[in-house]
């Protein structure tokens, strides 16, 4: 029996008074008993990963105080939470929409103490408001880690290859994970002489590879034609360290544009050679919240209209609740994760190529990003 059979989800209605009424919430699922085992031995695959690499489970509340969480929250991810009022306290509540930001919360108001470096991991649920055609759950199971404490190139390539690990031990056959540099596309647009307001249209145009109306926004906020076509170019840059090669002359001598790339090096050189061949360099590839700031990347895989999960750098994250402290990590949407490994799905050919793999990242880009992990 076939993944899709064995959830009960909206989607499941009967006809009351003559009208379609849905027996669950739009977005919501009922995971019924077979694949509710297959599910949790997938989590506990992923946390025995997670917890063998020295990470230590942590379990968040569900619910948080509006005024406590929102400065680590992007306005647009705050425009999807499910809001109430306390009725103790009068105060208003938000039902857990993203649990990187509740780790970097814990943290940095010294619920775990001074102690760095941290490595913590979970599994949670996270809810979002997504519209009923969006073809998105509201209700989101994630099994994720987060590093806390480990600057440079090392973090990376730890974070990195426990992401790895997790994909091979759970016996995802064939995935992709595609790597880039948040500083690297944004000091783009900044040289670009986009105003503030021009960049952000710009980079959700980007996220969604929508290169028609990219290249009308380049038009009209009156970007030069060979920075335009930079621009353009370094979107569809996805591969091995050719890209790399590629990318410096597209910038020249530009130390700003430089830097990101000499990163995505180190990190490439340091992996694992074993594992190189999952791993896309990709200088298009920037993610969607705004608190990720050094090396980013998503997982994609055949058969599943968007990224399995992802993650990256997010710095300064932790300074927005009064402590800073160098941080990266991922976390994995197990439902995805579920349904690329179920042996009954019906999945496309293997992505062998980077011409493939970037058809599966359109394909999860036309169909929406959750955004900021997964």
């Known amino acids: 029996m076939g993944s899709r059979s064995l959830k009960a989800s909206s989607s499941s209605t009967s006809l009351v008074a003559g009208r379609e009424r849905s027996l669950i919430p739009v977005g919501m699922s009922t995971i019924l008993p077979d694949a509710a085992r297959r599910i949790r031995r997938l989590e ?14 942590i379990i968040l509340p569900m619910f948080e105080y509006f005024d406590v969480l929102s400065p680590g929250l992007e306005p647009e991810l705050i425009e999807k939470c499910y809001q109430l ?11 857990r929409p993203d649990a990187t930001a509740q780790i ?6 010294g619920m775990m103490g001074d102690r760095l470096p941290l490595r913590l991991c979970y599994r949670t649920s996270v809810f ?7 073809g998105r759950d509201r209700e989101i199971f994630q099994v994720g880690a987060e590093l806390i404490g480990v600057d440079g190139v090392a973090g990376d390539v730890e974070v990195l290859t426990l992401l790895l690990e997790c994909l091979n031990q759970v016996g995802l056959s064939s995935f992709k994970v595609a790597v880039g540099h948040v500083g690297f596309f944004t000091a783009l647009l900044v040289r670009s002489g986009l105003s503030p307001e021009g960049q952000k249209r710009v980079e959700l145009a980007a996220a969604r590879k929508d290169m028609p109306l990219l290249e009308e926004l380049l038009v009209r906020d009156g970007v030069p034609k060979p920075t335009a076509q930079v621009i353009l170019e370094v979107l569809e840059l996805c591969g091995g360290p050719e890209v790399l090669a590629r990318g410096r002359k597209l910038v020249g001598r530009d130390r700003t544009l430089l830097a990101p790339l000499d990163r995505l090096a180190q990190v490439y050189e340091r992996l694992d050679p074993t594992r190189r061949s999952s791993v896309l360099l ?10 990720y700031d050094g090396i980013v990347f998503d997982v994609f895989a055949p058969g599943i209209g968007a990224e399995l999960g992802g993650g990256g750098r997010y710095d300064h994250l932790m300074g927005r609740f009064g402590r800073t402290a160098a941080s990266t990590g991922f976390a994995l949407d197990v439902d995805r994760v579920f349904r690329a490994i179920d042996p009954s799905a019906e999945l496309v050919p293997p992505a062998s190529t980077e011409s493939e793999a970037r058809r599966l990242k359109r394909t999860a880009a036309s169909a929406g990003r959750q955004g900021r992990r997964a």
Do not use: I, N, P, W
Not at 45 to 55: D, N
Not at 85 to 95: E, K, W
Not at 104 to 109: D, E, K, L
Not at 282 to 291: A, K, Q, T
């Open 44 to 57: 506990e695959t992923l946390l025995a990963v997670l917890t063998s690499g020295g990470y230590d489970e």
């Open 104 to 109: 970097a919360r814990t943290v940095a108001m």
């Open 128 to 134: 979002r408001y997504e519209r009923e055609h969006a």
């Open 85 to 95: 009022v306390d009725r103790t306290t009068g105060r208003l509540m938000l039902l």
């Open 282 to 291: 990709d200088l298009g590839e920037f993610r969607g919240f705004e608190y």
